[in-house]
């Protein structure tokens, strides 16, 4: 491999000759080998995104000359396109400021910027990184990150979810089951009613993720070092929160109290709340799907769902619930995400959060989880659910609650002991009901309707 020397304020330093980064990002190359999770590529795309849009608001308020900004919008440009794909090489497990990746984006925006000029113009801190510090660029970009991968990905994919949660409550209306609490039989209930609690769980959850947007739309940019917006020009604030807003199409503002900004993480607390509220309910839905689909003989059978794949190396013949598998170990990894984010919102000192890395590689992590879960549920299990009305209504019929239905007639009492009595000899309630006396055959008949009961 070829090698060029790069310098920094520390020293020379080997990099790759055709890798566009400094010294620094070779630093931490060396002094930071642990794992192989990498700084998210989301986050990569929202430093485009704000450096672009730094140095345009540099440039208007006249603190960059326009040669240099359009030369660091033209390689934010090349970034987002993926054209530098391969240039963002840095761990996750760096500094907690994220230092390293905001050098790692300048460095690589002065390299090929210098490389379009045809000579040595632009220096990653003194241009690229004009009016800003990694101390407010970071949590910006966190911000930039999660705003665009909520309204870009999660939330499109929850609602084609509850769409299609929508449409089979409809073509399932008038089909009435067994209800069940506690793993028991319980009183009847319209399969469009049991499909409308897992549509309402998802919609109150978008309610939820949405409810959190406020707060991340509120960027750091402008606090610099800590948060009293040292060497930025006044206004840059403000001018760089719109062009933000612009480059992306998504709504963002200047936060209003830049002490807040660098030091708390709350608003990816609040936000990976609602997220892990989406992701219980998710658990439940692909829990409930694959209870009732389970079987196909010696299970509840009442539901049929997609046969994607064999499911088992030794049992010939055998499929398994497995979208509900995967929706369900998403949801673990998402809840237990949660408690990563939150520890690293409690942490940091004084004026400045240090985990800031963690906590938004785990935040992302369970925005592409869900988002992908959700896709993939919906298309390959969810809009192919069928009801088993034959087997719906073998079990509503054999239910022992529907003895509810005579309490009003008979009493509590007495309509427990006609349950126990038909469960104990094996005979049906009517038959219970008539040999203990509570009731002729004719008045059974008149007020037992099962179908009503919902």
Known sequence: MEYRIERDSMGEMRVPADRYWGAQTQRSLQNFPIGTEKMPREIIRAFAILKKAAAQANRDLGVLDEERASCIAQVCDEILAGALDGNFPLAVWQTGSGTQSNMNVNEVIAGRGNELLGEKKLHPNDHVNRSQSSNDTFPTAMHIAAVTALEERLLPALANLAATLARLEDENRGIVKSGRTHLQDATPIAFSQEISGWRGMLEVARGMVEASLPPLRQLALGGTAVGTGLNAPVGF???????????????FVTAPNKFHALTAKDALVFSHGALKALAANLMKIANDIRWLASGPRCGLGEIFIPENEPGSSIMPG???PTQCEAVTMVAVQVIANDTAVALAASQGNFELNVFMPVCIYNYLQSVRLLADAMDTFERNCVRGIRANREQMSHNLHNSLMLVTALTPYIGYDNAAVTAKTAHREGISLREAAV?????TPERFDEVFHPEEMI
């Open 318 to 320: 055998k499929v398994n």
């Open 237 to 251: 604030a403000e001018a760089a929160a719109a062009k933000i807003t612009a480059l992306t199409g998504h709504e």
């Open 435 to 439: 040999k203990l006396g509570f009731l």
